[in-house]
């Protein structure tokens, strides 16, 4: 089956389409990356923080499910 | 070379890979005798079935990593892949679905490997909707980790449906290699690259998120033990 020059027209508009959307993706996965990275290292900073002051602080061990949101005192 | 990896400078590696998989794709390719055109939806469905096979596998080694050592971390990866696994299994079968109207006249039939990753998706959406209905961390990820291995055993049925039963759906990769054109498999290896590309970036962005929030529940947690609500 051989392409009509209109239908390879369309062809290149296709391309030209999902490049565009592909380039508006990229940049906005750009920004994600940073923003990220620069999470990570806020989070970093607060739990070393946390963590000479609370020596059992753990990010990777399962913290309490609820924690309770009333003073036990005023129940 | 850490410094690139630091700063993330290897995601700029994906920008020429995904133009020139979209080229290939769209431009480069000859047509399909029999399909013309149409057949250029099946580059990017490959990739996107590729991405999904990684993504699920990631996923039942990192839950099967969580039973074993019950370190959170594991989970992380496991729920970060099962989210992009999904959202690729969609692509699989909106892509799939465009190209069997086009090959086939119908857009869904109950074939085999069409059934089997209907099912698939089913069980990852179970899985994700399993992951919100816990508060509870280890029992959300020790949960939803037998979940994901179980839901794993579909992925090798999804690949095989296609040589166990009888399928209409073609058979690409062969064992005397893959089954068409050579410009076309040139095309559907770059297709594949590019995509596991997009699915190593989105990767790391999920990790780094739920990471951060794992670490912020974890201070909030300590803040309120300290102080009291």
């Given at each position: 089956?051989?392409?009509t020059?209109?239908?390879?027209m369309?062809?290149?508009?296709?391309?030209?389409?999902?490049t565009?959307?592909?380039?508006?993706?990229?940049?906005?996965?750009?920004?994600?990356?940073?923003?990220?990275?620069?999470?990570?290292?806020?989070?970093?900073?607060?739990t070393?923080?946390?963590?000479?002051?609370e020596?059992?602080?753990?990010?990777?061990?399962p913290?309490?499910?609820?924690?309770p949101?009333?003073?036990?005192r005023?129940? | 070379m850490?410094?690139?990896?630091?700063?993330?400078?290897?995601?700029?590696?994906?920008?020429?890979?995904?133009?020139?998989?979209?080229?290939?794709?769209?431009?480069?390719?000859?047509d399909?005798?029999?399909?013309?055109?149409?057949q250029?939806?099946?580059?990017?469905?490959?990739?996107?079935?590729?991405?999904?096979?990684?993504?699920?596998?990631?996923?039942?080694?990192?839950?099967?990593?969580?039973l074993l050592?019950?370190?959170?971390?594991w989970?992380v990866w496991?729920a970060?892949?099962?989210?992009?696994?999904?959202?690729?299994?969609?692509?699989?079968?909106l892509?799939?679905?465009?190209?069997?109207?086009?090959?086939?006249g119908?857009?869904w039939?109950?074939?085999?490997?069409?059934?089997?990753?209907?099912?698939?998706?089913?069980?990852?959406?179970?899985?994700?909707?399993?992951?919100?209905?816990?508060?509870?961390?280890?029992?959300r990820?020790?949960?939803?980790?037998?979940?994901?291995?179980?839901?794993?055993?579909?992925?090798p049925?999804d690949?095989?449906?296609?040589?166990?039963w009888?399928?209409?759906?073609?058979?690409?990769?062969?064992?005397?290699?893959?089954?068409?054109?050579?410009?076309?498999?040139?095309?559907?290896?770059?297709?594949?690259?590019?995509?596991?590309?997009?699915?190593?970036?989105?990767?790391?962005?999920?990790?780094?998120?739920?990471?951060?929030?794992?670490g912020i529940?974890?201070?909030k947690?300590?803040?309120?033990?300290?102080?009291?609500?």
């Amino acid at each position: 089956m051989m392409m009509t020059a209109q239908e390879k027209m369309y062809l290149a508009f296709l391309f030209l389409a999902y490049t565009g959307l592909f380039l508006i993706m990229f940049g906005f996965m750009f920004k994600m990356l940073r923003k990220s990275r620069q999470l990570t290292h806020d989070v970093k900073m607060l739990t070393d923080e946390w963590s000479a002051r609370e020596p059992g602080l753990s990010v990777t061990e399962p913290s309490p499910p609820v924690v309770p949101n009333v003073r036990g005192r005023e129940l | 070379m850490a410094k690139i990896f630091r700063h993330d400078g290897w995601y700029w590696l994906l920008l020429p890979t995904m133009l020139l998989a979209l080229y290939m794709d769209f431009i480069w390719t000859p047509d399909d005798r029999v399909l013309g055109a149409s057949q250029r939806i099946f580059y990017f469905h490959m990739g996107a079935a590729l991405v999904v096979a990684l993504a699920f596998s990631v996923t039942a080694a990192a839950s099967a990593g969580y039973l074993l050592t019950r370190n959170l971390a594991w989970d992380v990866w496991a729920a970060a892949s099962a989210e992009i696994g999904t959202v690729f299994t969609s692509m699989v079968m909106l892509s799939g679905t465009l190209w069997g109207r086009a090959a086939w006249g119908v857009w869904w039939t109950w074939d085999p490997r069409l059934t089997a990753t209907l099912i698939l998706w089913v069980l990852f959406a179970g899985y994700l909707l399993l992951r919100e209905s816990s508060d509870n961390p280890a029992r959300r990820a020790a949960y939803s980790a037998v979940l994901a291995l179980v839901a794993f055993a579909d992925v090798p049925v999804d690949y095989m449906a296609i040589r166990w039963w009888h399928s209409i759906h073609p058979v690409v990769i062969t064992a005397h290699g893959v089954n068409m054109d050579p410009r076309m498999a040139d095309a559907m290896v770059v297709s594949m690259i590019a995509l596991t590309g997009l699915f190593l970036a989105w990767m790391v962005i999920r990790i780094r998120f739920l990471h951060a929030e794992m670490g912020i529940a974890a201070v909030k947690n300590a803040v309120r033990t300290r102080t009291g609500p």
